[in-house]
């Protein structure tokens, strides 16, 4: 398992998802951005809010923006659950709990001060605990809301200062009816 991200590899997928590579993180992300695999998760605590971070200003790829809890990418031959838990640990200094699939076959394309985004990215739901401990190399803040106040947050006052992965996610999940056992203790 690798700990350090300038070390991690990044899996390269072809339009089916299939896995056809490898690819250091750091020569990943730029204008032309291969197809790649990644996850988001979003993790509540047991009074059901969810908690969400704002990336570090030192972020490659959108800087400063609020978003998911954590979100980053699998390395070759790790399934999703183990790497939103190394990275939750990594991130945040958190444990992850009853993790599920919401939106499997979520897949996006962003552009950010000429940085791209090229993501199959399945998108889950769980549960942390402990309380955040943010690696300010990664996370610069981060906040405890109820999903109204999130919602609202994205979609008004704050629309610009969030992630547009998170912000379409996030209107996917609740469409889908899939917080009901989360954002209740």
Not at 42 to 53: A, C, E, N, P
Request: glycine share 8%.
């Amino acid at each position: 398992m690798v700990a350090s991200p300038a070390a991690e590899l990044i899996v390269l997928v072809d339009e089916d998802g299939t896995a056809i590579g490898s690819m250091p993180k750091p020569l990943v992300h730029h204008g032309d951005t291969p197809l790649h695999r990644a996850f988001s998760a979003y993790l509540f605590d047991d009074s059901g809010r969810l908690l969400v971070t704002r990336r570090a200003d030192s972020k490659a790829t959108f800087p400063g923006m609020w978003t998911n809890t954590v979100c980053g990418h699998p390395g070759p031959g790790e399934a999703d659950d183990e790497a939103i838990a190394r990275r939750a640990d990594y991130e945040l200094g958190l444990t992850v709990d009853r993790l599920r699939p919401a939106l499997p076959s979520y897949r996006y394309r962003a552009e950010f001060r000429g940085v791209v985004e090229n993501e199959v990215c399945p998108v889950y739901l769980g549960r942390f605990a402990g309380l955040p401990a943010p690696d300010p190399t990664e996370v610069g803040e981060w906040e405890l809301l109820d999903w109204a106040t999130f919602r609202a947050r994205q979609e008004t006052t704050q629309y610009d200062a969030w992630s547009p992965w998170c912000r379409e996610q996030a209107r996917l999940i609740e469409a889908a009816g899939l917080l009901a056992d989360l954002t209740t203790t």
